[in-house]
């Protein structure tokens, strides 16, 4: 029987091997040399899973983001979506309006929207430059909406 643990992100059980969840696809950390703990670099925060009202969720999202900063992740990945109206959902608008605010205050670096995210574009081009690890996943992740990278 293969050793399990709980995922960085989502806390289901998980093989102690793998490296990206089957859950929440999140990248794991990893055993490297010395059987020391290597840290992953993006991670996934899901602020839609529970149905939450928005006040709730921004108030989840600095949580999540104080976390990924505990554990040293670089970027966390933020579902939040997109709404079911196709106009933009309310947990979206929120996490928006109150991410330039978590900036000034110093708590993140930045964040790009994901919409905007993409290889082409000056932000996109940029933060690769920063965290490459975020390429694995570009082409599930460049222009969609329904997400925001967060830079820590």
């Not at 579902?79 to 708590?107: F, K, N, Q, W």
Request: aromatic share 4%; proline share 5%; glycine share 12%.
């Amino acid at each position: 029987m293969q050793p399990m643990r709980a995922c960085d992100v989502c806390g289901n059980d998980i093989a102690a091997s793998v490296t990206r969840c089957p859950f929440c696809a999140s990248p794991q950390r990893v055993t490297g040399s010395g059987g020391r703990l290597k840290r992953a670099v993006v991670l996934t925060v899901n602020l839609e899973a529970g149905r939450p009202d928005a006040a709730t969720a921004v108030h989840r999202l600095e949580a999540e983001l104080m976390g990924a900063r505990t554990i040293g992740a670089r970027v966390v990945r933020v579902i939040h979506g997109y709404g079911s109206s196709g106009r933009g959902g309310r947990i979206r608008d929120e996490v928006r309006r109150h991410l330039p605010a978590l900036r000034r205050r110093g708590l993140i670096r930045g964040f790009v929207a994901g919409e905007d995210w993409a290889e082409t574009g000056e932000e996109g081009r940029e933060l690769l430059a920063r965290v490459p690890a975020l390429r694995d996943d570009l082409r599930t992740d460049r222009y969609n909406p329904g997400i925001t990278l967060v830079e820590l």
